[in-house]
């Protein structure tokens, strides 16, 4: 089973865009594969897949619920199907309150003598529903901020997938990896695997060979680079879909190096079903 976390420290660097279009490139690869949305931002996956959910109800149920053992509903009706031929576990506003949220319920767990562990209670509530049972591939793109999402992602997936920005800062947090990893593994007291590392946006003027240099140099593993595809990534975002769906319904004439943009999604998608069913 492939499952990981898409993250970055910073935000604005294509981590929700990867993991929409790495769903749609493990779909089309006969994957069957549902993504996560732990990001409680308004432009988050759910945004960009086009999935409208009462997202502001506080009554309706949703993951959070679920997390902190309040659910209102079978999980099972959570999921949602997209047009891409993969399933989302759609965002909520309730995740902005998660920390507290679990903090309470913790307590109450306590009180009662239960253990309740607040960093492991994805990874419980998918075990419970038996999706790893349903699914061959799991996506978790929680928010750009260390905390309760990310560990809970982390625990229930094990393994990272990294976009990075190709400027001094990109360099710097790639660095900066070892020590994030360290810090996950001993939150959450297990072994947490990088899949691939992604420069997103390098741009003509930058060194690419010597920017992957840097990363190689560092241990990690980067096997593909997409250069600056803002327009299409834009386009993906206006008109809310993937972007092999912009692509294929929403430009008017072929370009050659968005289709070569394509080719390397569903290249990275390969490295890591073959680095991760490892």
């Not at 800062?169 to 695997?193: W, Y």
Request: net charge negative; with cysteine; hydrophobic share 35%.
């Amino acid at each position: 089973m492939l499952t990981y976390t898409t993250y970055s420290e910073a935000g604005g660097v294509g981590k929700s865009t990867l993991a929409a279009n790495l769903a749609d490139a493990h779909a089309q690869q006969g994957r069957d594969v549902l993504v996560i949305d732990l990001d409680p931002q308004q432009g988050s996956l759910t945004y960009l897949l086009g999935i409208t959910v009462p997202r502001d109800d506080g009554e309706a149920d949703n993951i959070a619920r679920h997390l902190i053992n309040r659910p209102k509903g079978s999980f099972t009706d959570l999921v949602h199907e997209t047009p891409y031929d993969f399933d989302i576990i759609p965002s909520h506003n309730m995740l902005e309150r998660l920390p507290s949220l679990l903090t309470q319920a913790e307590e109450m767990a306590e009180d009662l003598g239960e253990s309740f562990n607040t960093n492991d209670r994805l990874r419980q509530v998918l075990a419970d529903a038996n999706v790893p049972d349903k699914y061959d591939t799991i996506i978790i793109d929680p928010p750009a901020t260390a905390g309760p999402h990310l560990y809970n992602a982390v625990s229930a997936t094990r393994s990272l997938v990294l976009p990075v920005e190709p400027t001094g800062k990109g360099i710097q947090s790639v660095e900066g990896i070892q020590d994030m990893v360290v810090n996950l593994e001993t939150a959450l007291e297990a072994d947490i695997g990088v899949l691939a590392i992604v420069p997103n946006g390098v741009g003509q003027t930058t060194n690419q060979e010597q920017y992957l240099e840097q990363i190689r140099e560092l241990g990690y593993n980067a096997p593909v680079v997409f250069g600056d595809r803002s327009a299409l990534f834009e386009g993906c975002w206006d008109q809310r879909c993937t972007a092999f769906y912009y692509v294929g319904y929403h430009r008017t004439r072929r370009r050659d190096y968005e289709v070569e943009t394509l080719d390397k999604i569903r290249d990275l998608a390969a490295h890591i079903q073959e680095v991760g069913d490892q």
